[in-house]
């Protein structure tokens, strides 16, 4: 498959995939470019052992992870290094607005909280998460994007579910 037959087939899933982990379509439009530069790269090293819908969710994943690690280790040090401009007391770092198209102003803050909570999960339980309850992956799709078993899939989930709960009822008690 050429790159750019790839790119046109795929650009919507590898963004949609971003977006879900990212909040931000920005964010999440960086990361596309970022995953289809890495294609770009390595399309000739692909092996055929899965679909290509495969790899890219796996690449898409990965760089999605890689990017919220960068920006948590950013807003550590920017917290360190300074939390108001000297000159107006005002805050210099403020939590980045949620940007997700297609949300009804009213659950916009509801929904923030919950992802949030989501990316407060272990790297694993928020990718099952994501691929079976957003992107509505089956769990055997799930597994071959995430590499496992359905039954380690299922597992992950329910222990999402389980911590979210947990979660919930701490941040609303």
């Known amino acids: ?4 037959e790839l790119y046109n087939e795929h650009k919507n899933l590898v963004y ?7 909040q931000n379509t920005e964010d999440a439009e960086e990361i596309t470019q970022d995953v289809f530069v890495s294609v770009y790269e390595k399309l000739d090293a692909f092996r055929q052992e899965s679909k ?7 690449i898409t994943i990965n760089k999605s992870l890689d990017f919220l690690k960068a920006k948590k280790r950013q807003k550590r040090f920017s917290f360190f290094t300074s939390l108001f401009h000297e000159e107006t007391g005002e805050e210099k770092h403020q ?8 949300i009804m ?14 990316n407060g999960l272990p790297d694993n ?3 099952a998460l994501i691929l079976m309850k957003i992107e509505e992956k089956s769990q055997v799709e799930t597994g071959e994007i995430m590499n496992m078993s359905p039954k380690a899939v299922e597992s992950l989930v329910q222990r999402a579910k389980s911590n979210l709960a947990k979660k919930l009822n701490q941040s609303e008690g």
Not at 96 to 101: E, G, L, M, Q
């Open 52 to 58: 290509h819908s495969t790899w890219l969710y796996r």
């Open 16 to 22: 949609n995939l971003a977006l879900q982990y990212v």
């Open 105 to 118: 102003i009213e659950e916009k803050e509801q929904l923030k909280k919950l992802f949030a909570l989501i």
């Open 95 to 102: 939590i980045s607005d949620f940007n997700h198209p297609g």
């Open 1 to 4: 498959m050429q790159f750019e």
């Open 125 to 127: 339980q928020k990718t």
